[in-house]
């Protein structure tokens, strides 16, 4: 059984330490053959890094280690290529003078990799110096990758003035690619963000973005046929460990980390979770703590819609972004929190995006709750027994102690919403947080239900409400409305056929809720 490749990124190390390694040639070979400038987003511990290092290794004609692979009797060995990597990924960038320094410290390394001396003074004029001297100097073309390009704007995103500063950097330092062109035999660009702004994707000879095109959809990430194909010995461990059937692993692996897609068809898993699971062959959020920026729970606490219904983009949104103006949406799907659940080909291309797994959609909300009401997550654990409890024993005020303990009193006031749907999205991430099948704004003939949660025992038919005042009276007269909604469109009908239906009503203020159950049988 070939070891794990736990935190190895560099393609040469696992192929001659005889690590797993899921050939991914195949399309490599697709995107070599014909093309010569393209740019991939995927979410951050997603493989891109091993992809931008296989490449290497391509153009340097490191035949060997690619034995047994499916390229090695397809590449053309005599193509060999210097290559110049720049690799933003790791360090944190949070000033402008660091940024600057990073970057005159990375050509500096490079230049001193190919015995170059750099004469120019200005970081353009080095890094164009750099590309036209390694090309004469070896008497070819070179190749030009860049890894985390955005990750300069990605640790800013939260400080307009300094990424104004940086924007304008990068779309200097980046320009040089066309400028040079004539050196440059292929370019390859990978990040977790299309951001507009930084002279990549404008004007003459901007990379092919393949982000969505299907060819290379699964060009990152691991198939089903892939984990079946490659993990199968670590599968039959893991299901002795785990005391289960093979089958019922799948189905759990599928659960969890699986539902990631870039072409609407085929899902794949994060490599990064996939091995860390094998490697503590336990159910857990791996690739949550290690790859959320803090600036995305800030951008999305205030709108939690995205997050509990699927939604209907057009294309053009998940194409570009203005970092200076960025789209929730669209940065929601770059950084892997949404992805495609279906494909429209009828007109203009349109997507639904939703979340991808189990993996995604507990930690997100454990996260978004943590930050929202200032509590641990150990706390929002402790909050989860007590509402599940709650919930079980029908308890209306045993729900408002713990709904008012755990989330209203500890929101500041800057970030309550007035609106029935912040409370209505709120208390849905709260049931999603908890485990539960949720079905949220379920459609009926006669509108639709505010939230259905299930358990194993019982079908439970939410209606929410808000009160503009924080009277008692008015809190009261919510939950009389809430149960109109209900009785009015006959929203219990479609679960009668349920063995335990129940029905609940909730109305929220600023500073208090109030609940209440009833039978279906009432109406």
Same mark, same amino acid.
């Given at each position: 059984? @070939?070891?794990?490749?736990?935190?190895?990124?560099?393609?040469?190390?696992? *192929?001659?330490?005889?690590?797993?390694?899921?050939?991914?040639?195949?399309?490599?070979?697709?995107?070599?053959?014909?093309?010569?400038?393209?740019?991939?987003?995927?979410?951050?511990?997603?493989?891109?890094?091993?992809?931008?290092?296989?490449?290497?290794?391509?153009? +340097?004609?490191?035949?060997?280690?690619?034995?047994?692979?499916?390229?090695?009797?397809?590449?053309?060995?005599?193509?060999?290529?210097?290559?110049? +990597?720049?690799?933003?990924?790791?360090?944190?960038?949070?000033?402008?003078?660091?940024?600057?320094?990073?970057?005159?410290?990375?050509?500096?390394?490079?230049?001193?990799?190919? @015995?170059?001396?750099?004469?120019?003074?200005?970081? !353009?004029?080095?890094?164009?110096?750099?590309?036209?001297?390694?090309?004469?100097?070896?008497?070819?073309?070179?190749?030009?990758?860049?890894?985390?390009?955005?990750?300069?704007?990605?640790?800013?995103?939260?400080?307009?003035? &300094? &990424?104004?500063?940086?924007?304008?950097?990068?779309?200097?330092?980046?320009? !040089?690619?066309?400028?040079?062109?004539?050196?440059?035999?292929?370019?390859?660009?990978?990040?977790?963000? #299309?951001?507009?702004?930084?002279?990549?994707?404008?004007? $003459?000879?901007?990379?092919?973005?393949?982000?969505?095109?299907?060819?290379?959809?699964?060009? /990152?990430?691991?198939?089903?046929?892939?984990?079946?194909?490659?993990?199968?010995?670590?599968?039959?461990?893991?299901?002795?460990?785990?005391?289960?059937?093979?089958?019922?692993?799948?189905?759990?692996? #599928?659960?969890?980390?699986?539902?990631?897609?870039?072409?609407?068809?085929?899902?794949?898993?994060?490599?990064?979770?996939?091995?860390?699971?094998?490697?503590?062959?336990?159910?857990?959020?791996?690739?949550?703590?290690?790859?959320?920026?803090?600036?995305?729970?800030?951008?999305?606490?205030?709108?939690?819609?995205?997050?509990?219904?699927?939604?209907?983009?057009?294309?053009?949104?998940?194409?570009?972004?203005?970092?200076?103006?960025?789209?929730?949406?669209?940065?929601? $799907?770059?950084?892997?929190?949404?992805?495609?659940?279906? #494909?429209?080909?009828?007109? *203009?291309?349109?997507?639904?995006?939703? =979340?991808?797994?189990?993996?995604?959609?507990?930690?997100?909300?454990?996260?978004?709750?943590?930050? =929202?009401?200032?509590?641990?997550?150990?706390?929002?654990?402790?909050?989860?027994?007590?509402?599940?409890?709650?919930?079980?024993?029908?308890?209306?005020?045993?729900?408002? +102690?713990?709904?008012?303990?755990?989330?209203?009193?500890?929101?500041?006031?800057?970030?309550?919403?007035?609106?029935?749907?912040?409370?209505?999205?709120? $208390?849905?991430?709260?049931?999603?947080?908890?485990?539960? +099948?949720?079905?949220?704004?379920?459609?009926?003939?006669?509108?639709?239900?505010?939230?259905?949660?299930?358990?194993?025992?019982?079908?439970?038919? =939410?209606?929410?409400?808000?009160?503009?005042?924080?009277?008692?009276?008015?809190?009261?007269?919510?939950?009389?409305?809430?149960?109109?909604?209900?009785?009015?469109? #006959?929203? $219990?009908?479609?679960?009668?056929?349920?063995?335990?239906?129940?029905?609940?009503?909730?109305?929220?203020?600023?500073?208090?809720?109030? /609940?209440?159950?009833?039978?279906?049988?009432?109406?």
């Amino acid at each position: 059984m @070939q070891d794990l490749p736990l935190g190895l990124e560099t393609f040469s190390t696992l *192929r001659e330490n005889d690590y797993l390694y899921v050939d991914k040639t195949k399309y490599i070979f697709k995107l070599l053959k014909p093309g010569k400038r393209y740019f991939l987003s995927r979410p951050r511990r997603f493989g891109k890094s091993l992809l931008i290092s296989t490449i290497e290794e391509l153009f +340097k004609g490191n035949k060997e280690i690619f034995k047994d692979l499916f390229i090695y009797k397809q590449w053309n060995w005599d193509k060999i290529h210097p290559v110049i +990597k720049l690799d933003f990924g790791a360090g944190e960038y949070t000033n402008y003078k660091e940024l600057k320094e990073s970057l005159y410290d990375s050509l500096e390394d490079i230049a001193e990799d190919f @015995q170059i001396e750099l004469k120019r003074r200005t970081l !353009v004029g080095r890094f164009r110096e750099l590309i036209k001297k390694v090309s004469i100097e070896n008497d070819t073309k070179v190749v030009v990758l860049i890894d985390e390009y955005d990750k300069f704007i990605i640790d800013n995103i939260n400080n307009p003035t &300094l &990424l104004k500063d940086i924007t304008t950097l990068l779309k200097n330092f980046y320009g !040089v690619l066309k400028t040079s062109d004539e050196y440059i035999e292929f370019l390859f660009v990978v990040g977790v963000s #299309k951001f507009s702004g930084t002279s990549l994707f404008s004007g $003459f000879n901007s990379p092919d973005d393949i982000t969505l095109d299907y060819k290379y959809a699964s060009i /990152c990430g691991i198939s089903q046929e892939e984990l079946e194909m490659n993990f199968s010995k670590h599968i039959e461990e893991a299901a002795k460990t785990l005391q289960c059937t093979k089958n019922d692993l799948l189905d759990n692996l #599928k659960k969890w980390y699986n539902g990631y897609t870039w072409d609407g068809e085929e899902t794949l898993y994060n490599p990064n979770s996939i091995l860390k699971f094998f490697n503590k062959k336990c159910f857990d959020n791996y690739w949550f703590a290690t790859g959320t920026p803090s600036f995305l729970i800030e951008k999305i606490k205030y709108d939690f819609k995205p997050l509990i219904e699927e939604i209907e983009v057009e294309s053009t949104l998940l194409d570009s972004s203005d970092p200076l103006n960025i789209d929730e949406i669209s940065l929601l $799907f770059q950084t892997g929190y949404l992805t495609i659940k279906n #494909k429209d080909t009828s007109g *203009r291309v349109k997507y639904t995006l939703g =979340i991808p797994n189990m993996e995604v959609e507990e930690s997100l909300f454990e996260r978004l709750l943590s930050t =929202i009401n200032d509590k641990s997550i150990a706390e929002i654990q402790e909050a989860k027994k007590e509402f599940i409890k709650n919930i079980e024993n029908k308890n209306p005020q045993g729900l408002r +102690k713990t709904i008012k303990d755990y989330v209203l009193t500890e929101i500041p006031y800057q970030i309550h919403i007035p609106h029935e749907h912040f409370y209505h999205g709120l $208390f849905i991430i709260w049931l999603k947080t908890l485990g539960f +099948k949720i079905l949220a704004e379920d459609s009926t003939n006669q509108g639709s239900i505010d939230c259905v949660l299930k358990t194993k025992t019982e079908t439970v038919v =939410i209606e929410l409400k808000h009160s503009k005042t924080n009277e008692k009276k008015d809190l009261e007269d919510g939950i009389k409305r809430a149960f109109s909604s209900i009785n009015d469109k #006959k929203y $219990f009908e479609k679960y009668l056929k349920e063995k335990n239906l129940n029905l609940l009503a909730i109305t929220f203020n600023k500073k208090d809720v109030l /609940c209440e159950f009833r039978k279906s049988k009432t109406f």
